[in-house]
């Protein structure tokens, strides 16, 4: 369904923050924690005997298809191997050294031979099948789900054409370079550079219908990790807009984003005060006009808190102080520019420590996926923390987790036993039924008024006449002694009000539902 026509009122109007309120009392605005359903994807050969991670979940052409990223074992050398750096000893099935974290083999090696990006796709969104691909060889053998070509986080891009429906942000000889593909298999870098910058990993290229442009996140480094962005017209335009201020690469030729594009989401006073906190990456979502979702990482790194400069400009892959754990936040946006977290506690966060995610535990994977009223996403466990990496040593330590939501339950407008209430910006009625997706528990109500543009309640449509909600709801239609909305005429001019008493109210919208349809014969109507 549409965008409501005017007023900063969406059509659904998923209550994420106070956008479009003018009066609002007695609310606080609280996440919905997600249900974790169990592993999706375990490690399974050779390929990804250590870990799996993914990259992103996308539902096409009636398939949920996976990307992600897999770390096969390292086979070992026969003698012990000497750290570079510190000198000491190491064991020849180490990777990085025990003493320093620097590392033991080469990062070309590693990243050519030992870490890959894989492709699963699924029915349902809950069984996933490898399809064996014979794109990539990896240790003599061509039976494996690995992709062909340089893939980042994959994106559907609407305006590509047939041979650029998928579309990702890749780093290429210390710079950003888009990436594209017709199925999402076989990958192809565009030949010229977007941006002349690092940027780690987890970089997102979306194209945002609603402005006709394209929107880049990426990893900033302005002495932390957070999230910036970037907005361009098409995908050949190069390069992307930033401000250049001369700075030098470092003695690697590397060159982080720190103050050339604009923050999207950062750290602030409003966070732990804890030493070395930075965002890791924000898994941004468009879920409909005016709806953004982000699941941004809080990495909290363990002592020496920060990047060690001297590590980074030495090698940038590997630096001291890079351990650590995160939990993930929920993000909001109305335009996917500016993001705020109006709740600050955690959407997700590591499992008990010394189980499967006990060390990290991440929405990592972007991307939501729908089987009928439920909504899934994806992320990863694994039984250690950011900065150990044995994949020598151990087997199976990271797997990809299932996590479930009621439709649209992410944020919730919240009001205990006290009540809350607010009003709405003047907007246009759509038509139709007004509808809730509501939670009233077993002891809470909820009651809504129609008014005119100057504030008078609409004849028929005040607080006293409408009939009180109360229990459990995705789509409750709200009546009046019986009536519903659909007596108020397309286009009027009207604000919304809502009273609720120990109630999480989570989207209003209007339906305007055939005689006999159900909520799953509607779906999402996105």
């Not at 609002?24 to 974790?36: S, Y």
């Not at 997706?437 to 809470?444: F, M, S, T, V």
């Not at 001019?493 to 109630?503: D, K, T």
Request: charged fraction near 25%; charge should be neutral.
């Amino acid at each position: 369904m549409a965008a409501m026509d005017h007023g900063g009122i969406w059509n659904p109007h998923l209550l994420l923050d106070a956008a479009g309120l003018v009066e609002a009392e007695g609310l606080d605005f609280r996440i919905h924690p997600p249900r974790v359903e169990g592993i999706a994807l375990a490690p399974d050969g050779d390929v990804e005997a250590y870990r799996v991670s993914p990259l992103a979940v996308i539902e096409d052409g009636g398939k949920h298809k996976m990307w992600y990223s897999a770390t096969a074992c390292h086979p070992g050398v026969a003698q012990a191997l000497s750290c570079p750096r510190c000198r000491q000893e190491n064991p020849g099935s180490k990777v990085i050294c025990t003493a320093c974290g620097w590392p033991l083999v080469d990062i070309d090696y590693l990243q050519s031979k030992m870490i890959g990006v894989c492709y699963a796709e699924s029915a349902d969104g809950v069984r996933w099948e490898k399809p064996d691909l014979g794109l990539v060889e990896f240790r003599g053998s061509l039976h494996n789900n690995l992709i062909a070509g340089p893939c980042g986080v994959p994106a559907l891009n609407p305006r590509g054409g047939a041979a650029e429906r998928f579309m990702a942000i890749v780093e290429h000889r210390r710079q950003l370079y888009v990436t594209v593909s017709p199925d999402g298999l076989s990958w192809r870098r565009k030949p010229r550079p977007c941006l002349p910058f690092c940027a780690d990993t987890n970089n997102q290229l979306i194209y945002d219908p609603d402005t006709d442009r394209y929107l880049a996140l990426l990893r900033g480094f302005p002495g932390r990790r957070t999230t910036v962005r970037c907005e361009f017209e098409s995908l050949d335009e190069v390069p992307w807009p930033f401000a250049e201020h001369g700075r030098k690469p470092d003695s690697t030729g590397t060159r982080y984003i720190t103050d050339e594009l604009p923050t999207a989401l950062d750290v602030d006073s409003a966070d732990p005060q804890v030493p070395g906190l930075d965002i890791n990456h924000i898994s941004a979502v468009r879920c409909g006009p005016g709806a953004w979702l982000g699941f941004p990482a809080l990495f909290r790194k363990y002592p020496p808190a920060g990047l060690d400069r001297a590590g980074r400009e030495r090698h940038r892959f590997f630096a001291q102080g890079n351990d650590g754990t995160w939990e993930t936040q929920l993000a909001v946006s109305r335009d996917g520019r500016h993001w705020s977290r109006p709740d600050r506690s955690a959407y997700l966060g590591p499992g008990l420590f010394g189980g499967p995610e006990g060390g990290l535990n991440s929405l990592y994977g972007v991307g939501l996926t729908r089987r009928g009223d439920a909504v899934y996403q994806y992320g990863y466990g694994q039984s250690v923390t950011h900065g150990i990496f044995e994949p020598g040593e151990r087997r199976g330590v990271g797997a990809i987790y299932r996590f479930s939501q009621p439709r649209d339950r992410f944020m919730a407008a919240t009001a205990g036993p006290r009540g809350g209430r607010f009003v709405t910006q003047p907007f246009g009625w759509p038509g139709g039924e007004l509808t809730l997706n509501i939670d009233c528990g077993g002891l809470g109500e909820a009651s809504a008024e129609l008014c005119a543009a100057d504030g008078a309640p609409l004849p028929g449509f005040s607080y006293a006449d409408c009939d009180r909600v109360d229990l459990n709801h995705l789509a409750h239609v709200v009546t009046w002694r019986g009536q519903t909305t659909r007596a108020i005429p397309s286009g009027q001019s009207v604000r919304l009000g809502m009273r609720l008493n120990s109630a999480r109210l989570y989207v209003f919208r209007t339906d305007q539902r055939r005689v006999g349809e159900t909520a799953e014969d509607r779906g999402w109507q996105r």
